[in-house]
């Protein structure tokens, strides 16, 4: 099923302009995971802004036909160095927090999907600890959680690993796709690292420093799970 369909972006941003989306058509499905590479400074993290609806745009970006205006519940966000969460809440705190704030009345309900969805990113034993007692890894798994948990489809990923060292980054690629193939989820991640997305992604997307798409490709090497 399509869940993102993208016709026809123009980014500039109101300073500059330098146009940096060139009519940028894109359809994304809902099992896709998607890395997008390019040259420093060629509008990957734009795009993805774009996508989570921090920025305005000219053309279309619809999320299950519904046009992107602003940031929802539907898209989550995971960055790399901090993940929205409160450091004075506990890590089930912190999702609780978030479905109350989007509606959810009771406080039993709240808190067993708050477990359900820390136990799919096998952090269930850390419900208690507070964000500074994670690791950089652990936080975005608990961002990812939090996304799941009030409905995200979408995970948008701004080189998450490009920090961490090889160990860490090849265990948290492990259980990033772990987890895309248990749950119904769709990944737009950006990588500078070759590598990494060609473990990854099902569909490779390079951009050209003009703004445009330059190639994209499907991915039928076997992931590494
Ligand atoms: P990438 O993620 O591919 O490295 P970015 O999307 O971060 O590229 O940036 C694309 C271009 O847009 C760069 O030239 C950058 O300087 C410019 N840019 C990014 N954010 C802003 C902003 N808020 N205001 C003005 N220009 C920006
Ligand atoms: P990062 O480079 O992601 O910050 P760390 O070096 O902080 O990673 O942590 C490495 C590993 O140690 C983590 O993947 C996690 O498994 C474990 N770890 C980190 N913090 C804790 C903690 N408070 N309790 C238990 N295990 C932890």
């Known amino acids: 099923n399509e869940v993102l369909k993208i016709n026809n972006l123009v980014k500039k941003y109101d300073n500059s302009d330098r146009v940096i989306l060139n009519n940028l058509d894109l359809t994304i499905n809902d099992e896709d995971f998607l890395c997008i590479l390019g040259p420093s400074g060629c509008g990957k993290s734009t795009l993805i802004r774009c996508i989570a609806g921090f920025e305005d745009y000219e053309g279309s ?24 969460l409160f450091p004075w809440k506990t890590v089930l705190k912190n999702i609780t927090y978030a479905l109350k704030v989007n509606g959810m009345k009771d406080k039993a309900e709240r808190e067993q999907k708050a477990k ?9 034993q850390y419900a208690n600890y507070y964000p500074h007692q994670l690791s950089g890894g652990m936080k975005q798994r608990v961002a990812i959680a939090k996304g799941m948990a ?25 259980e990033l796709l772990k987890l895309k193939q248990k749950e119904k989820i769709t990944v737009i991640f950006i990588t500078h690292n070759i590598q990494e997305a060609i473990s990854l992604g099902n569909r490779i997307m390079v951009m050209s420093k003009e703004g445009t798409i330059k190639e994209h490709l499907y991915n039928t090497i076997e992931k590494p799970v």
Request: hydrophobic share 45%; charged share 25%; no cysteine.
């Open 61 to 84: 970006i619809k999320v299950d036909g519904q046009p992107v205006v602003k940031p929802g519940p539907d898209r989550i966000m995971v960055f790399q160095d901090f993940n929205q």
């Open 116 to 124: 359900k969805y820390l136990e799919k990113v096998n952090l269930v």
């Open 150 to 174: 009030l409905g995200s489809k979408i995970i948008l990923m701004d080189e998450p690993f490009a920090a961490l060292d090889a160990m860490t980054r090849k265990q948290l690629q492990s």
